[in-house]
């Protein structure tokens, strides 16, 4: 909080309440007040805080449940930050989903302004929080690219989901930006870009915004751009057609054990600096079935790429059976990259694999996850 005065913003606080899927009972009152004399001490530590712009009670807690229980003590949580601090809105966050949206309508009438973290669903956002029985204002508590989930991108035979190229990426947030933050401008309080760090999930760059050694990406250009209006003096490489055996990511491609085959890319920098091109090869992730905690960048597989010249790269296949992904990193040299990456199977995919993909064949699923 104070760092973030100190650098002139404000801070949506989030105040935890324990989702229904981490075991939490709403109907164990002991657990439940517990809890709220926990947020209780937050809000009397942090409620005269300069930084401070508005409460975040909650995060999805619709996530994986139907149970409106929750949202009923919500609203009790909700009136006694009122009560305690009466200068600051309160807020709680949804899935894109909102299938709770008539949930929160309905138990949490002391609610100031609905968030809801969004991503393909950006542009169309105030439509579907209509239908779901939310005629409010509301605040875009994450956007960026579009999800690995189920209803955003599209799928494999084994159903991994396709990636999208770091400036493919960029130019998605742009027409979702304009058409919610700045086109329902009467409904729509703004909204935060989701920024993980170097947060893996379904790659190390799906959702990250810079590398780890801090080089940025299109996105956040992109992003510059939409909150400044201008243009940054050194912009990302693009990457466009990613093939591996002359074939692109939409046609699923399969690799023999152990086989050779080509990878190409068209790579080009808006300055028209050299482009520095990386490739790897990584077992690739069913995220269905990861917890948050337990999300683990993969590291490289040592010998699988035989040759890298530039935009062209030799790649052995794996010997063992299953999902892969070629990952490829275009550096400028000046402090920006583009990333992209392409999953690909070795060996033959039957029904019985097909199965456990969807089972997750772990021992243990994601509570709440089927």
């Given amino acids: 909080m104070d760092k973030a005065h100190e650098q002139s913003l404000t ?36 409620r005269n805080h300069p930084a401070l712009l508005m409460w975040n009670v909650g995060n999805e807690l619709d996530n994986h449940t139907n149970n409106p229980r929750a949202f009923q003590i919500l609203n009790d949580v909700v009136k006694m930050i009122h009560e305690l601090d009466p200068y600051h809105p309160v807020t709680t966050t949804m899935t894109s989903s909102l ?17 809801v973290n969004v991503f393909s669903q950006l542009g169309r956002i105030r439509a579907h929080l209509v239908g779901s029985g939310w005629s409010g ?46 086109g329902d401008k009467d409904y729509c309080l703004g ?17 990250s915004l810079f590398t780890p050694s801090g080089e940025k990406t299109a996105v956040v250009d992109m992003i510059h751009y939409l909150w400044t209006g201008k243009s940054m003096p050194n912009k990302a490489p693009r990457l466009r057609s990613l093939r591996l055996a002359g074939k692109t990511p939409l046609r699923s491609t399969f690799l023999r054990p152990g086989g050779t085959y080509e990878a190409t890319v068209v790579a080009s920098d808006p300055e028209g600096d050299s482009l520095a091109i990386q490739w790897e090869v990584v077992p690739d ?14 590291e490289a597989l040592p010998a699988a790429i035989i040759q890298a010249q530039g935009s062209r790269a030799l790649v052995k296949a794996p010997v063992k059976k299953g999902a892969y992904r070629l990952l490829v990193t275009a550096n400028d040299g000046q402090g920006s990259v583009a990333t992209h990456s392409y999953p690909f199977y070795v060996g033959v995919l039957t029904a019985a694999d097909l199965e456990n993909i969807t089972q997750g064949n772990f021992k243990k699923k994601a509570p709440g996850v089927h």
């Avoid at 992730?285 to 993969?298: C, M, S, W």
């Fill in 285 to 298: 992730v069913n995220e269905n079935f990861i917890l948050p905690q337990h999300r683990t960048a993969r």
């Fill in 99 to 115: 299938h709770m949206v008539s949930a929160v309508e309905r138990f949490c009438p002391d609610l100031d302004v609905l968030t």
């Fill in 191 to 207: 909204g935060y870009v989701l920024y993980w760090g170097q947060r893996f999930e379904q790659t190390s760059m799906w959702f």
């Fill in 11 to 46: 801070v949506m606080l989030g105040l935890w309440m324990k989702p229904e899927y981490e075991d939490f009972d709403y109907y164990d009152r002991k657990a439940v007040a517990l809890q709220n004399e926990e947020i209780r001490r937050q809000v009397l530590r942090f």
């Fill in 137 to 182: 204002p509301y605040i875009v508590g994450e956007y960026g690219a579009r999800g690995w989930w189920v209803g955003e991108a599209p799928k494999t035979k084994w159903r991994a989901p396709l990636d999208q190229s770091s400036d493919t990426k960029a130019e998605y947030i742009r027409t979702r930006y304009e058409k919610t933050m700045i």
